[in-house]
């Protein structure tokens, strides 16, 4: 009994009862005529797809700069560097990894600035990271209709000029990491085991930086910037690291993301893409101040879960599709739990 | 030594936002090639149409909490007054009273949740309320979108969506379509003004103005400035906070039906979200700041914000020769320019503190 409540102290409310409706959508799919094998699927390249990104919250949460909500600006960095690639035609494995070179200056560069910009606002980054996200996606907007690019993949057909809103990487890179030693099993089924690897990898290589001399560095500015002045850390250079970090692993989760999807998604697309990967780690049971590579893993594997199930089991269920409000509810309400709780907890 | 020119630099950022959004201004509407008496036509319509929304962020200003984005619960509360007052075809000026009555009480109660919710997230409310106003619209459309018309009966089919129950995403308002604006009509020089919805906006200047000097206007001044000085004094915190956030909430539901009363449709699930991104885009431009606002900055920032939205476009046709880049420009200005205003509060108030702190410690060194 006294491990029972240890166990939901531990895991929190919020992240029992997700679990458990998870669960419980699993349960009844098969009921309701839902294929088990191609949800389970579906959940595990979602998985995959959004890993990177709620990946990147993690610097910025330990170091104390809050939930990344400015994630749109390293997402930009990707989307730079994806339309680059695209623009040189390389396909295949090269591809990527140009796109993922090209677009790692510059998030270096952004995530520097934003940084920078963090450190002069402290106490109300998020905020602040919020629109900074907002209004680079808005900028961006302009950007793309004026940058040279002139791939005739890429720009509006009529015009010549001009990207389009969406640019497909089919004969590019579609699924170039994903299919390394991918498998199906039967018709539904299928396992992109290089983007699981590849995303293994980056967890192992923040799971080894955490722990270098300074990863620590980083979780003492975030848990106790007093006791960090005292002992000579330079407060803001560790948080613009974090920040810069956070963008870097935002440009290439989402180049992670399209290759897996299939498609670039330009203008307002990435507009949004901050919500879903921090309510996944806050699900995942970190706090603002507090999160972990397991809480990542956890979180986007719950997150992703429910974004894949619900519409599919609940429209055969009452055949109406409510998958997007409550996508909404589950994504800001878990937000709004941990923006609410932290403050109760250290009065 | 160089105080005059600290002054000086003080001055203007304090005044930075309007005084850039008059520069762009001077040189688009040359462009833009648009006559006079249309600008001004144009001004006064969205000053009647967007004043009563911006007015309502003020309160929770002065009790310190920042921009409310809360508001757009109130606006919720409003649109859901107004399907229920077209759903019974009241037409006119008293379907629009009947809105606000039917409004009234849910705007409070949503009011008092965002309240609540506040203030277990002290120091971080805009952030809060920001997510809150995500958070209240996926439940906005759970309610409207599959609740209304199975769970609420609603008596005009034309309304509901084919499958039987949700409202269609175009409710039409032609009912009361400028039912308050054109209650007095007024015309000046070929301009038109309406003078009813100004004359509400006034009484609620007033009523501002007023409520500043009572016993809890000065309360949530007090409030605003030290939370902890404030609680000591006596004055309960919470209380007062949560009375700011209920008023600024009813108000805000008003505007929004103010705001559609003109407009003449609605958008069932978008209305509400532009509500409060452009009121609090235009309370900034206008010179107001996340700590201090004023009337003046409300009209003063409704008109610059408007007269840009206006402009940008033709002069970004003009200019470049392409209507979609100066559309995607004024997308830019109003979140940059509410990007620029928190950022410059947050730097001011980190200095302040700095320089608190360097004052103690210069003290303690002599």
New interface residues.
């Given amino acids: 009994m006294g491990g029972i409540r240890k166990f939901i102290e531990n895991a929190g409310w919020p992240r029992i009862i997700i679990g458990l409706f998870l669960f419980s959508l699993f349960i009844i799919a098969p009921f309701v005529r839902v294929r088990i094998d191609a949800s389970v699927s579906d959940t595990l390249v979602r998985f995959g797809m959004n890993g990177v990104m709620v990946l990147a919250m993690v610097p910025m949460i330990v170091s104390g700069c809050g939930l990344n909500?400015g994630l749109p600006l390293g997402i930009i960095a990707g989307l730079l560097g994806a339309v680059t690639s695209i623009e040189i035609g390389i396909p295949g494995i090269p591809g990527v990894l140009i796109a993922m070179a090209i677009s790692l200056p510059i998030a270096v560069v952004l995530g520097w600035g934003y940084g920078l910009?963090l450190n002069?606002?402290?106490?109300?980054e998020?905020?602040?990271a919020?629109?900074?996200g907002?209004?680079s996606v808005?900028?961006m907007?302009?950007m793309w209709?004026?940058l040279p690019y002139k791939s005739s993949n890429m720009v509006w057909g009529y015009a010549g000029k001009g990207l389009r809103t969406t640019i497909a990487v089919e004969g590019f890179w579609h699924q170039a990491i994903s299919d390394i030693g991918s498998f199906s099993i039967g018709q539904f089924f299928y396992v992109p085991t290089g983007m699981f690897l590849f995303f293994a990898l980056l967890c192992g290589f923040m799971w080894v930086f955490m722990r270098t001399r300074t990863g620590t560095a980083m979780t003492t500015v975030g848990s106790n910037p007093e006791y960090a002045r005292a002992s000579g850390v330079n407060i803001d250079r560790m948080r613009t690291l974090s920040v810069i970090l956070s963008t870097v692993l935002g440009a290439i989760g989402i180049i992670v993301y399209q290759q897996s999807f299939g498609f670039v998604q330009l203008y307002m697309g990435p507009f949004y893409m901050a919500?879903p990967a921090v309510s996944a780690i806050l699900i995942g049971g970190a706090s603002v101040h507090r999160a972990s590579i397991l809480n990542v893993i956890i979180g986007t594997f719950l997150f992703q879960g429910i974004l894949t199930m619900t519409p599919s089991v609940i429209n055969s269920m009452i055949q109406?599709d409510?998958s997007?409000?409550?996508?909404?509810?589950v994504s800001?309400?878990m937000?709004?739990y941990a923006?609410?709780r932290t403050?109760?907890v250290k009065p | 030594m160089n105080k005059k020119a600290d002054l000086l630099k003080h001055y203007l950022i304090q005044n930075a936002v309007p005084i850039l959004f008059i520069a762009v201004s001077a040189f688009a509407i040359p462009i833009s090639q648009f006559s006079g008496t249309y600008l001004v036509q144009e001004m006064l319509v969205r000053l009647s149409r967007n004043s009563f929304l911006v007015l309502s962020l003020l309160i929770p200003i002065m009790a310190g909490m920042g921009l409310n984005f809360g508001m757009v619960l109130g606006a919720m509360a409003g649109q859901i007054g107004l399907i229920f007052m077209s759903d019974w075809s009241v037409v006119g000026v008293p379907g629009v009273i009947l809105a606000a009555i039917i409004s009234t009480p849910l705007a409070i109660a949503l009011g008092w949740l965002c309240g609540t919710?506040l203030n277990?997230?002290?120091?971080?409310e805009?952030?809060?309320s920001?997510?809150?106003g995500?958070?209240m619209?996926?439940?906005y459309?759970?309610v409207v979108?599959?609740g209304f018309g199975s769970v609420v009966p609603m008596t005009n089919p034309a309304m509901v969506l084919s499958?039987g129950f949700g409202i269609r995403n175009v409710t039409n308002l032609e009912g009361i379509r400028k039912c308050l604006d054109n209650l007095m009509p007024l015309n000046i020089l070929g301009i038109d003004i309406p003078l009813a919805t100004f004359l509400i906006i006034g009484l609620f200047c007033l009523f501002v103005l007023w409520f500043r000097g009572t016993k809890l206007g000065q309360d949530m001044r007090a409030v605003g400035q030290d939370m902890k000085v404030a609680g000591d004094a006596g004055i309960p915190v919470e209380r007062t906070r949560l009375i700011a956030i209920i008023i600024s909430t009813v108000l805000a539901c008003y505007g929004q039906i103010i705001f559609l009363q003109n407009i003449g449709t609605m958008n069932t699930y978008n209305s509400h979200e532009q509500a409060g991104m452009f009121a609090i885009a235009s309370l900034l431009v206008g010179g107001a700041s996340v700590s201090r606002a004023s009337i003046f900055n409300v009209f003063l920032g409704v008109v610059l914000f408007h007269l840009m939205f206006v402009v940008s476009p033709m002069a970004g046709k003009y200019l470049i020769g392409?209507a979609?880049?100066g559309e995607?420009?004024r997308?830019?200005v109003?979140?940059?320019i509410?990007?620029l205003a928190?950022?410059l509060?947050?730097?001011r108030?980190?200095k302040d503190r700095e320089r608190a702190r360097r004052s103690l410690r210069g003290a303690a060194g002599e």
Avoid: D, P
Avoid at chain 1, 324 to 329: D, H, M, S, T
């Fill in positions: 909500f910009l002069r606002v402290k106490g109300s998020m905020m602040i919020t629109y900074v907002f209004s808005a900028f907007c302009i209709l004026v919500f109406t409510m997007e409000v409550i996508r909404i509810i800001n309400g937000i709004l923006l609410t403050v109760k | 919710i277990l997230a002290k120091g971080r805009m952030v809060t920001f997510i809150l995500f958070f619209n996926g439940v459309q759970l979108l599959y499958r392409e979609q880049l995607y420009f997308v830019f109003s979140y940059g509410i990007s928190l950022v509060h947050a730097w108030r980190q």
